[in-house]
């Protein structure tokens, strides 16, 4: 069900890949919901995955562009500002990437060369999006500008690594950004804690069926899907959602605020029960 609760916005997704990523589905829902972005991913990603689809699918300008280079970045407000015929009103960020996750590199045995990039291409380029954006005065006010975290940024959870301490910084950015820009152009700025979620990137993190079905089973809800938080993302980028800035708001079935669940419990007691046997 469509609400056009985006028409007449204009907007930039960044980080789409293909049909499993968050920000697919967030610029389809964009699009149903009358919106019109363009998109941009570096080069790589344009290559190895399938933007190109989906820019024909939303009729939208594919813009490539490192995230982490100043210069690219200023490229692509400008462009899009020249396409859409003007500021936009809506930028979603959802870049993430760590070498040392890929590699299985344990927490306590990081390449600090990686962890380095990890920090530049998923948090830092943020702060530099946004400085961009308002050094070029490219986001009108009341605009919305909404990042992608994760529950990692204030828990521990193993395997993880340093992408936990990008997605810290992450929101952080978001907190201090979010109070300038509000204060002085009425620009919100907030990121979204989802659940786990089986995207291309997500997949590479060990053990995530046994993650996928740990928060399952512990979250009132459930697990929120890519698809849902699409939806959610479409209120956060309306005029619905005007007052809301500089927040972490989980969207993820309840699991934030849970300790144990009836259903996490019951197979915990069944794993030991098995285990007296062995």
Request: net charge neutral; glycine share 8%; aromatic share 8%.
């Amino acid at each position: 069900m469509t609400y056009n609760l985006l028409k007449g916005k204009k907007g930039i997704i960044f980080g789409a890949l293909d049909s499993k990523s968050i920000a697919w589905k967030i610029a389809s829902r964009v699009h149903e919901e009358g919106g019109i972005f363009t998109l941009s991913n570096t080069p790589v990603a344009l290559r190895f995955g399938e933007i190109n689809q989906l820019a024909a699918q939303c009729n939208a300008l594919v813009i490539p562009a490192d995230a982490t280079s100043v210069k690219d970045l200023e490229h692509v407000f400008k462009r899009s500002m020249e396409v859409l015929g003007g500021k936009v009103d809506f930028v979603l960020h959802s870049i993430g990437m760590s070498l040392n996750v890929r590699k299985q590199r344990d927490y306590d045995d990081v390449d600090y060369d990686f962890f380095q990039k990890t920090i530049d291409i998923s948090a830092l380029s943020f702060h530099k999006m946004l400085q961009v954006a308002k050094k070029l005065d490219a986001i009108n006010e009341w605009g919305s500008v909404l990042a992608l975290s994760y529950i990692a940024a204030q828990r521990t959870l193993a395997g993880y690594n340093d992408m936990a301490d990008a997605k810290a910084l992450l929101e952080s950015i978001a907190r201090s950004f979010g109070y300038i820009y509000g204060r002085e152009k009425h620009i919100r700025v907030n990121t979204i804690s989802q659940s786990p979620t089986r995207t291309t990137a997500g997949s590479g993190i060990k053990g995530i069926d046994g993650l996928l079905d740990f928060t399952d089973r512990m979250s009132p809800l459930g697990n929120a899907t890519a698809e849902e938080c699409a939806d959610f993302s479409i209120v956060l980028f309306s005029d619905l959602s005007k007052k809301i800035t500089m927040q972490n708001i989980y969207h993820d079935g309840g699991f934030s605020s849970m300790a144990m669940s009836l259903k996490a419990m019951t197979q915990y007691n069944k794993c030991l029960d098995e285990e007296d046997y062995l």
